[in-house]
């Protein structure tokens, strides 16, 4: 099992960007699926961006497609998730979960087993 550690949250203007990574220790890091998730306060967790274990496939949400990059260095077991023309809305605790590449479907939030403890990203209008 992968623990997962995420890091580089902030505080952060309207516009601005921001890169979290999320660091994996205890496992086989390059295994595993990564995908990144998000939950706002009262509302539902979502999924913002998602890598496959070789990393040439990603998922992205339609709300961040064109301005979040997620990449991966399994050299160094860590995932990133680059954050470009930051809005309001984009503000929630964002973690890193993992999910072996035994199973498919890098988008679907299904078997995603292991989770980081989140990092707080909030953008001001």
């Known amino acids: 099992q992968v623990q997962l550690v995420e890091s580089g949250g902030g505080l952060v203007q309207a516009g601005g960007s921001l890169r979290v990574s999320c660091a994996g220790s205890?496992?086989?890091?390059?295994?595993?699926?990564l995908g990144w998730f998000r939950q706002a306060p009262g509302k539902e967790r979502e999924s913002v961006a998602a890598i496959n274990w070789s990393g040439d496939s990603t998922y992205y949400a339609d709300s961040v497609k064109g301005r979040f990059t997620i990449s991966r260095d399994n050299a160094k077991n860590t995932v990133y998730l680059q954050m470009n023309s930051l809005k309001p809305e984009d503000t929630a605790v964002y973690y890193c979960a993992a999910k072996h590449r035994t199973y498919s479907g890098i988008d679907s939030p299904t078997n995603y087993n292991n989770w980081g403890q989140g990092t707080q990203v909030t953008v001001s209008s």
């Open positions: 205890g496992g086989t890091f390059r295994f595993y699926h």
